[in-house]
């Protein structure tokens, strides 16, 4: 693995827990120059290091793709789990169903997600598996060196030229109609979106998705491809923009005055919509699946934290699990012993 | 005729023809517990259809006073319920033997057998005046032919009474309905047959240190003492009454009594490949996780199975097999998935595999899974079948030794890292090939990223040939390790004997009973049951030292024994198929007919 340098300058700021941002990168990047992933990464750095958890209670997890990658590059001293192709959200159900203390974070991208992986992704938003779950989504199969995915949308063209003609699986909608409790699109150039976003995700009691549009320079930035950083930037349309105010930050940051809506998070932090289209409200998911309908149709893409519902039970409570996390109930507790054997084999006679 | 034929006590067998979803099963089960009760050797059979309501089912019993209770495929007496059935039924009683039918309605001249005694009770007409409800007068049917064979077989009434008010106890209009229909047979037989019959019971005192439980619970219940915490599973006959009763048992064990949490997660997945990733998840967290599945999901945890084994991910997988390939037959019995889970998995993949052949031992095997997955961190299956795991046995009663602790094998604790200058996953390896590992969250020197594309023995990523055999190469050494530690074959020998026979799992009771039967015929042979894989040097000492060796099996193929041919060293020549595999458990006459005939063919 390539080594990054290790010197630090002096002035960089550390958060409460004494960490520098860099102390939240990983390893050097393998993915092309000028990536999208790359810049997710980044922002991914710097939502851990703001939100100062402690690295090594945080669980990275990921599929395979070049997204599936990126959990390298970032917090490298996180656990982390590079798994199969399209299994990560299994993995991380039954992660999270033994140690609920962790903070999980998926990393995958369009094959993954809505391909080979899509009843996984579908299922644990059904259990509302608390984890935040990003899909680096750029249309493509990089790694096998430019296959359409199932997020192409219809004409989109190929390097090659040749047109994609399948209806495409949008994330968001898929995610809104399947009761997802976080959904938000945002796209990899816009650091600042997509920063608060991440933040927001991560404190989310549930499953938060984001979908971030994340052109591939490589097979995928041409003209005629809708998922280029051309396209994107032309047609991204910040319905509502977020401020995520974590709960030990001093809200002293000035209330935007066209805030029209905040939601209390589960850990007491508060997400503040602004700048929201005045028929918008991320908590009506009708109204939101009936706009985003509307702009896409336009071929729109807009962006922003687009649903959100704090209230609905995640998975442990959805199974009634103990509040200890599992791996630490001690063995004495799980045993029922030898007289209860005895006992229950009455039963068996 | 019966009364000039001898008098045979706990020794015989019986079979109910029946149509599935008219609640025959509990009828069946009653008469079952009921001799169980009576202190002697039984078992009972239910050779069901993969079907709810409406096609035929069968459920023999085989009462053995020498404890012989493998499946036989004779039968004295056929309790022919099933209309539809009665041809094939008839046909199948020994001559000399009985059948007992509805008369309500006369059997067609065409079915009637000279060397058989026909037993006429007019089971429907009885019930039809005894009870007005349409769905009664079917379900009291049954308990009325059960009424009626505690009269032909004299099963002891005291013991039926107290099993009625062990059961229905709580509702009394179901315990007054089914005694009367008990009745009701009972009395019509006593006035009109000639009763008991020449084949009854007696009293006995030979099951009073066991229990009457099916593999499927008694798989659960070991999980359940094993510690498990996270299950994950995905309905599949015949393995979805693993998850069911350990669901109820930890409904019963596992819930804080005054807020309701429980100390477990139960996870119905998607599919297989969901409850396998699932199982991993929560194993690379440090819990003990298990799923149950059959072939087909084995077929689908292929890939992450193969996850876990290069990444030494522990995982407990129950294999309750059944019938294939594909679909095959759900609801019948083999032994078919032995090459598929030794192997599962693309690359070179080898696993840990434990053979129960009864409910005691899938009890103590499922808890042997966990601290063999978590000591050599890697995927353990144990192999149970359809006729273990959803057939009660009368099994020895499960004991616990409360000084059992988990082998969570390698794990490092905090203050161990703590200790450490640094943390390299798959480095230094202890004796077994195995290293330490760190959970997560557990400390920040910890922190690895876990990874199933090739890495070199200390935890990177790599793609250079010799890093990457150093890893695959321990990896072997590691599972040929586990051979000392997976329980040790059974062997029982015979004096002067020539012939090996190996066998595993269900085959077990009629191997015993064949090997015995063939004794007595003068051709003794050493018999091997094999209780887990890798397999140990002892195996291949068997092997060897015998002239020939028959491995008798539960599939078309011979699977153990090319699993037998490719793990040791032992010329194939040696080993010689005898296989069972139409979907019902092995009979004793399979295994003496079998060998008799290649010994003779040989001989002549």
Redesign the interface.
């Known amino acids: ?1 390539t080594k990054k340098p290790t010197v630090v300058h002096p002035s960089l700021k550390k958060n409460a827990l004494g960490l520098t941002i860099r102390d939240y990168e990983g390893s050097m990047s393998t993915l092309c120059a000028g990536c999208g992933h790359d810049s997710v990464t980044a922002a991914i750095v710097r939502a851990f290091w703001e939100l100062e958890t ?4 945080i ?1 990275k ?1 990921s599929g395979i793709g070049c997204s599936s990658k990126t ?2 590059y970032f917090v ?9 192709h399209g ?1 990560m ?11 609920k ?2 903070t999980y974070i998926g990393i995958s991208g369009d094959g993954d997600s809505l391909s080979i992986g899509l ?2 992704m ?2 644990a938003i059904r ?1 509302n598996l608390n984890m935040l779950y990003v899909i680096e989504n750029n249309g493509v199969y990089g790694l096998t060196k430019g296959q359409f995915s199932a997020s192409a949308d219809v004409g989109s063209k190929s390097k090659k030229g040749e047109a994609n003609r399948q209806s495409p699986i949008d994330p968001v909608m898929l995610a809104l109609t399947l009761g997802a409790t976080f959904v938000a699109r945002s796209f990899s150039g816009d650091k600042t979106q997509l920063v608060p976003l991440l933040r927001a995700g991560l404190a989310h009691k549930g499953f938060a998705l984001i979908d971030v549009i994340s052109p591939c320079v490589t097979f995928n930035d041409h003209e005629g491809s809708t998922k280029s950083y051309r396209y994107t930037r032309e047609k991204n349309v910040a319905v509502v923009e977020t401020d995520f105010v974590p709960l030990r930050r001093e809200i002293s940051a000035e209330i935007a005055p066209d805030a029209v809506t905040s939601v209390t998070m589960h850990d007491g932090s508060v997400v503040r919509f602004t700048k929201v289209a005045p028929d918008y409200d991320p908590k009506d998911r009708q109204g939101v699946l009936g706009y985003l309908h509307e702009r896409q149709s336009k071929g729109e893409v807009p962006t922003g934290l687009l649903y959100l519902d704090t209230s609905a039970p995640e998975m ?1 409570e959805l ?5 200890v996390p ?2 630490k ?1 001690p ?1 004495e ?6 007289a ?2 005895e006992k ?2 009455q039963a ?2 | 005729m019966h009364q000039e034929q001898q008098v045979r006590i706990n020794d015989f067998a019986l079979k109910l023809a029946n149509v599935n979803g008219t609640g025959s099963a509990s009828a069946n089960g009653l008469l079952m517990q009921a001799i ?2 009576m202190g002697i050797p039984v078992s009972g059979k239910n050779l069901f259809p993969s079907n709810i309501q409406g096609l035929p089912t069968w459920y023999e019993v085989r009462v053995n006073k020498s404890g012989n209770t493998a499946r036989a495929i004779e039968y004295d007496l056929m309790v022919a319920m099933n209309a539809e059935t009665h041809a094939r039924d008839i046909k199948e009683v020994k001559s000399g033997g009985w059948v007992l039918y509805d008369s309500s309605w006369p059997l067609p001249n065409s079915l009637l057998r000279p060397d058989v005694t026909f037993l006429g009770v007019p089971l429907a007409k009885l019930c039809n005046e005894a009870f007005a409800e349409p769905r009664e007068r079917i379900l009291m049917k049954n308990i009325a032919y059960a009424g009626v064979l505690c009269a032909l077989l004299d099963i002891d009434m005291k013991v039926i009474d107290q099993l009625l008010l062990e059961k229905y106890g709580k509702k009394k209009a179901l315990q007054d309905s089914n005694h009367k229909a008990l009745r009701l047979g009972y009395d019509f037989a006593v006035e009109n047959l000639d009763c008991p019959l020449p084949i009854r019971l007696q009293q006995m005192d030979a099951t009073g240190a066991h ?3 099916d593999g499927n ?1 008694a798989t659960a ?1 070991g999980c ?7 299950a ?1 599973w995905y309905p599949i006959t015949p393995a979805t009454s693993v998850m069911d009763a350990f669901k109820s048992l930890t409904d019963k ?2 819930k ?1 009594p005054e ?9 119905q ?3 297989e ?15 003990r ?1 298990f799923t149950s599945t059959a072939g087909p999901g084995i077929s689908l945890m292929g ?2 199975i193969g ?1 876990a084994y290069y990444a030494e991910i522990p995982a407990v997988i129950i294999d309750v097999q059944r019938t294939g390939p594909s679909t095959g037959m759900p609801t019948r019995t083999q032994q078919g998935d032995i090459l598929s889970c030794a192997y599962a998995s693309h690359g070179d993949t080898k696993h840990i595999l434990l053979f129960p052949s009864n409910p005691n031992e899938c009890f103590h095997f499922s808890v042997k899974a966990f601290d063999l997955a978590e000591k050599f961190q890697t995927p353990v299956m144990m192999l149970s079948d359809l006729d273990i795991g959803m057939n009660d046995w009368v099994t020895p ?6 000084g ?3 082998d969570r094998g390698r794990v490092l604790s905090a203050e161990d890292l703590e200790k450490l200058e640094k943390f390299y996953r798959y480095s230094p390896a202890d004796e077994n090939h195995v290293a330490a590992r760190s ?6 020197k ?8 090739g890495h070199n023995k200390l935890g ?2 790599t793609e250079i040939p010799d890093e990457y055999q150093e890893v695959v190469d321990r990896l072997a050494a590691k599972h040929k390790a586990a051979a000392r530690f997976v329980p040790a074959p059974i062997i029982q020998i015979k004096e002067g004997a020539k012939i090996g026979v190996v066998s595993l799992g269900g085959c077990d009771p009629a191997v015993r009973e064949g090997v015995e039967l063939l004794a007595g015929q003068g051709i003794p042979c050493d018999y091997m049951r094999l209780r887990g894989f890798p397999f140990d040097t002892v195996v291949e000492d068997f092997l060897n030292g015998h002239d020939q060796n028959f491995i008798i099996e539960q599939n078309r193929d011979g699977q153990l024994r090319t699993l037998l041919v490719a793990e040791t060293g032992v010329a194939k020549e040696k080993l010689k198929s005898l296989l069972v595999y139409g979907g019902f458990p092995l009979s004793a006459r399979h295994v003496v007919d079998g060998i008799t005939e290649r010994v003779k063919g040989a001989a002549s």
């Open positions: 693995m402690p690295p090594h209670l669980a997890l959990p390298t490298s001293g996180a656990h982390g789990f590079n798994s199969a299994r959200p299994a993995i991380a159900t039954g992660a999270a169903a033994a140690n203390e962790l009843g996984q579908c299922h259990r442990h199974s009634g699990t103990t509040e599992l791996t109930v063995y507790k799980l045993c029922p012993g030898s209860a054997l229950l084999q068996f006679r | 169980f009760r229990i009457l439980i619970t219940l359940l003492y094993a510690g498990a915490t996270v994950a064990f596992r804080d807020t309701g949490k429980k100390n477990v997660c139960i996870l997945a998607e599919d490949l969901a409850a396998i990733g699932m199982v991993i998840g929560a194993a690379w967290n440090g819990a996780a890939e992450l996850l009663k499960l004991v616990w030794d409360d059992y602790r988990p959970l997560p969250g557990v400390h920040a910890g922190a690895f990223f876990t990874r199933g594309s990177g990523y």
